[in-house]
């Protein structure tokens, strides 16, 4: 296969260029920020083989989260240390969601009309960034729940409930028709089972793939590393199956509480382990053999979260913290909306706005 390969998977997509230039500047690069980066068609083994020798080529090093990169840059170079910024990099940069400060002032309406006095109206390509703005977060909160397997797997029960009746597609996409006749909710049905059973042939090849990955020792970087690519591959082909199903306001708002309510109990579990960890060293014999009972059933109960949901705590709670930052991040955009907008009359969008004056 060898080195031409290797430069023509760089020079076929712009993606892996970017990489390696950010590879390159930073020194390392993170799983999720490669999986998130790299197109979907780079999944096939040879290909994931060429671009692990091209990190390898440049110098970069893949680690599993920012923490692990920065104790490595810390212990490669302790004589200068390497600032590390704390960052997340998605596709399009990240968007500063830092609100800014006011001067104190009990005049709730000189605060409104200051605020408002350092907003500038929006133009036509403000409403654009601004609307990519919304998109990419909301993007992002869908990337993030399409890929966890928790939610793959209430997605393989949706197609079960759709099945036996239980459920109706209407409570599940959404309809652009505004009159639905039988037979168009019959075939967005047909159409619907027909991608979850896509779905489900790719959830049992990642099954087998998640598999090998856990036989595989992490001192093995290679193999560790080409073995979690492959399985990144197939779930971004499966979140993209999902996207495709468009779901409606209030399904996407369960499927996103299901992360929720998880996380939320993972960290009721790790609280009460670490109090009955506490428990157990300082109690006497009798309290302390009723600790040692809870303190294993909650263990078990958290082993258990961990093998349903198929992937440890801290990943769960690395999504959930991606899915607030896409949520924040749409929602903070939609703010600069409203606020950009004139309370009255009319203005013409080609032309550039100054921000107006702020009130002495």
Do not use: C, W
């Not at 082909?237 to 199903?245: A, P, Y």
């Not at 468009?246 to 399904?251: T, V």
Request: proline share 4%; charged share 35%; no cysteine.
């Amino acid at each position: 296969m060898g080195e031409s390969v290797t430069v023509a998977l760089e020079e076929k997509y712009d993606q892996v260029r970017q990489l390696i230039t950010m590879g390159k500047e930073r020194g390392y690069l993170l799983y999720d920020e490669v999986n998130d980066i790299l197109p979907p068609e780079v999944h096939s083994s040879e290909e994931i083989d060429d671009l692990l020798s091209t990190f390898e080529r440049y110098g970069i090093d893949v680690y599993e989260d920012l923490s692990s990169a920065k104790a490595a840059l810390a212990a490669s170079d302790s004589a200068e240390p390497i600032e590390v910024k704390d960052e997340v990099v998605s596709e399009d940069g990240d968007l500063d969601l830092t609100p800014g400060t006011l001067e104190k002032t009990n005049d709730p309406v000189r605060m409104y009309l200051r605020e408002m006095g350092t907003v500038p109206l929006l133009t036509r390509e403000g409403e654009v960034a601004i609307a990519k703005r919304i998109e990419r977060g909301q993007l992002l909160v869908l990337k993030t729940i399409t890929r966890a397997p928790l939610i793959l797997k209430e997605l393989l029960q949706v197609g079960e409930d759709l099945k036996n009746g239980s459920r109706s597609i209407k409570e599940i996409v959404q309809f652009d028709d505004e009159e639905l006749t039988e037979e168009k909710v019959e075939a967005k049905t047909r159409d619907t089972l027909k991608q979850i059973d896509k779905v489900a042939k790719l959830y049992l090849v990642a099954m087998r793939q998640a598999a090998k990955l856990q036989r595989i020792p992490r001192s093995k970087k290679r193999p560790y590393l080409h073995a979690r690519y492959s399985l990144s591959r197939i779930r971004v082909e499966m979140s993209q199956l999902v996207r495709e199903l468009d779901f409606n306001p209030l399904e996407k708002k369960r499927l996103i509480d299901k992360i929720h309510q998880t996380v939320e109990r993972v960290h009721f579990l790790e609280r009460e382990i670490a109090k009955l960890e506490r428990r157990v060293e300082a109690s006497k014999a009798d309290v302390q053999a009723e600790a040692r009972k809870d303190l294993k059933a909650r263990r078990t109960e958290l082993d258990e979260i961990e093998i349903a949901t198929e992937v440890s705590p801290t990943e769960l709670k690395r999504a959930i913290q991606v899915i607030l930052r896409g949520e924040a991040e749409a929602e903070q955009a939609k703010k600069r909306t409203d606020r950009s907008q004139p309370s009255v009359g009319r203005f013409d969008r080609e032309e550039i706005y100054q921000p107006r004056l702020a009130v002495p």
